[in-house]
């Protein structure tokens, strides 16, 4: 079935430090990964997406990477601020007539100062 | 441009009552589609309606019903309310459908409780 796991559920770092989160889907047919940061009470947002005929891109100090043979995407936010603190998810759009985005269980991401 | 915004942002049930959710979608989306976050998890789809049809359904019991109207608005219904329908309910507008669709905007949410 269609299914997005998201790798690791928690991820805490220092400031300025680097940090990773990574997700692989399960239906080959999906062609567009964003990814959301949702604050305590608030609404995901997003961003940064990548669709599939792209293999990385990047918007400051965050970049994405997509492997589709591996069926393995990635977010990486360089030099963390206490400001990235959320949860972050990822998500793949299916390759069904709604396009529906199917999401990873989520990261929880804390920035030390 | 106006974003999405759904109504009411918080509301309390208690099982077996029935519920309405509503959600404006942004100017010039005609795409609109619903999500489920229970706590600490990731967003679920419950469906999606395009241009005032249900254009696909997840894996959510038919007491679980929508509409969209012709100005491309939306409700969310739920009859029969159980204690794990207690979530924040996500509405989320986009142009267009299917692979092609555009960006997802999603609201601010409505935050149900079920006693």
């Known amino acids: 079935g269609e299914n997005v796991e998201q790798h690791p559920s928690t991820l805490s770092v220092q400031e300025g430090d680097s940090a990773v989160i990574k997700c692989t889907y399960s239906d080959s047919a999906s062609n567009y990964f964003p990814w959301y940061k949702q604050e305590l009470g608030k609404r995901p947002q997003l961003i940064i997406d990548?669709?599939?005929?792209?293999g990385e891109k990047k918007d400051q100090r965050i970049a994405v990477t997509l492997n589709k043979t591996a069926k393995h995407f990635s977010l990486h936010i360089t030099e963390t601020q206490p400001e990235d603190s959320a949860v972050y998810f990822c998500a793949a759009r299916t390759g069904s007539n709604t396009g529906k985005l199917i999401f990873g269980q989520g990261t929880t991401l804390q920035v030390k100062p | 441009e106006t974003g999405v915004t759904q109504s009411p942002t918080h509301l309390i049930k208690t099982r077996g009552q029935q519920v309405t959710l509503r959600c404006s979608s942004q100017?010039?989306?005609?795409?609109v589609s619903w999500y489920q976050q229970a706590l600490g998890q990731g967003p679920q789809f419950i469906f999606q309606y395009y241009r005032e049809e249900e254009n696909g359904r997840g894996n959510f019991p038919p007491r679980f019903s929508g509409l969209q109207f012709p100005n491309y608005s939306s409700e969310l219904n739920v009859n029969a309310l159980e204690l794990d329908d207690s979530a924040l309910y996500l509405c989320?507008?986009?142009?267009?459908?299917?692979?092609?669709?555009?960006?997802?905007?999603f609201g601010e949410g409505s935050r149900l409780t079920v006693l």
């Open positions: 989320a507008s986009s142009r267009g459908q299917g692979r092609s669709a555009g960006e997802l905007f």
């Open positions: 990548i669709r599939s005929n792209v």
């Open positions: 100017s010039g989306h005609n795409t």
